[in-house]
């Protein structure tokens, strides 16, 4: 079993910057591939970004390219999101998420079956 727990979230204004933390517990870390959600009310659950177990390659969903990144740090059983430039569109409930298996492709939301509680992220116009 995977424990994950998000921390971070915030009411910040456009163009404004906000950072995300995920800590994993419960399972090896670096065995999983690591992604970030996030939803808002009505509509499903989007794949923003994701990382390989080695932190080597990342995806990043066309709306956040250039302004978010991810990343990992497999000593600290922690995953990151930094998000630069926010928008009124990025406020949503943002959740961490591990794949369940070791070999599961990072890209693909079905490959995702832990997940955090989720943080509120508000972007104010």
């Known amino acids: 079993q995977v424990q994950l727990v998000e921390s971070g979230g915030d009411l910040v204004q456009a163009g404004g910057s906000l950072s995300l933390s995920c800590a994993s517990s419960g399972r090896t870390f670096r065995n999983s591939a690591m992604a970030w959600f996030r939803q808002v009310p009505g509509k499903e659950r989007m794949l923003i970004a994701s990382?390989?177990?080695?932190?080597?390659?990342?995806y990043e969903a066309d709306s956040v390219k250039g302004r978010f990144t991810i990343s990992r740090d497999n000593t600290k059983n922690l995953l990151y999101l930094q998000m630069n430039s926010l928008k009124p569109e990025d406020t949503a409930v943002y959740y961490c998420?591990?794949?369940?298996?070791?070999?599961?492709?990072?890209?693909?939301?079905?490959?995702?079956?832990?997940w955090g509680q989720g943080t509120q992220v508000t972007v104010s116009s």
């Open positions: 990382i390989t177990r080695g932190g080597t390659s990342t």
């Open positions: 998420a591990a794949a369940a298996d070791p070999y599961s492709d990072y890209r693909r939301s079905r490959s995702y079956a832990y």
